[in-house]
């Protein structure tokens, strides 16, 4: 049987969405998102936030960039993507863990973005993405 590597997460922008342009102009949008959940410690509700590096690409990416910013809430689903990179300072081997979208969904009040509930999806990219 295959895996699944399937990822859901609903939370907030820590800051605008990132654009960049790779070679043969291929779009790529990178942002922080929070995700808060509260659990009892010792009889005593506490905050937990958790941050995850997300990645999208080519015509998400635009759309991305256009729609989101800072502090907006989102539903999105991806995938769990691990890649290693060399150091800039030392040439040490690195490790990033990325969530690599598919789809994302403006969440909140009509008065917090501009058009009504926007659902974007990457389905004209079904190709592997290779970094």
Avoid at 40 to 46: L, M, Y
Avoid at 83 to 101: L, N, P, W
Wanted: net charge neutral; aromatic share 8%.
């Amino acid at each position: 049987m295959a895996g699944i590597n399937k990822v859901i997460l609903v939370g907030h922008l820590g800051k605008d969405p990132d654009l960049r342009w790779l070679e043969g102009n291929v779009a790529i949008a990178s942002f922080p998102l929070a995700t808060t959940e509260f659990v009892a410690k010792n009889g005593i509700k506490e905050e937990q936030t958790e941050w995850h590096n997300i990645v999208m690409w080519r015509g998400l990416a635009e759309a991305a960039a256009k729609v989101l910013k800072r502090g907006k809430l989102i539903y999105m689903e991806g995938k769990c993507r691990t890649r290693s990179f060399e150091d800039k300072g030392g040439g040490s081997k690195r490790y990033i863990t990325e969530i690599v979208a598919d789809s994302f969904t403006l969440l909140g009040r009509n008065s917090d973005f501009d058009e009504a509930s926007i659902t974007i999806k990457n389905a004209a990219d079904t190709s592997e993405q290779t970094q």
